[in-house]
């Protein structure tokens, strides 16, 4: 939850910026690119893993990837408001 709190501040942080300049695009701008970094930061968190030789356990293992799924969807939850912005900004301009 906190996540997605995050994501919701930085979407509103675009839309007062945007509301502040009178230029609406900037809310596409801000918020796509919050949403763009956290969506590679996920899968970067996926993907990045300790070396295989260093793990013994299987449970050390489920217990990395637990930890880089969650990575995931803390990364998901903080672009997601971001994207709402940008197709709401997208809808209302055209």
């Known amino acids: ?17 945007a509301y502040a300049t009178m230029d609406w695009s900037l809310v596409s701008i801000i918020s796509g690119i919050a949403a763009g970094i956290a969506l590679i ?12 030789s260093t793990r013994t356990t299987s449970s050390e293992k489920r217990r990395e990837k637990q930890q880089r799924v969650t990575k995931m969807k803390n990364a998901v939850m903080i672009a997601v408001p971001n994207m709402v912005a940008v197709i709401v900004n997208l809808i209302m301009i055209s």
């Open 1 to 17: 939850m906190k996540y997605f709190l995050i994501g919701t501040v930085i979407a509103l942080v675009g839309v007062l910026v």
């Open 41 to 52: 930061w996920g899968v970067l968190a996926l993907g990045a893993g300790k070396n295989k």
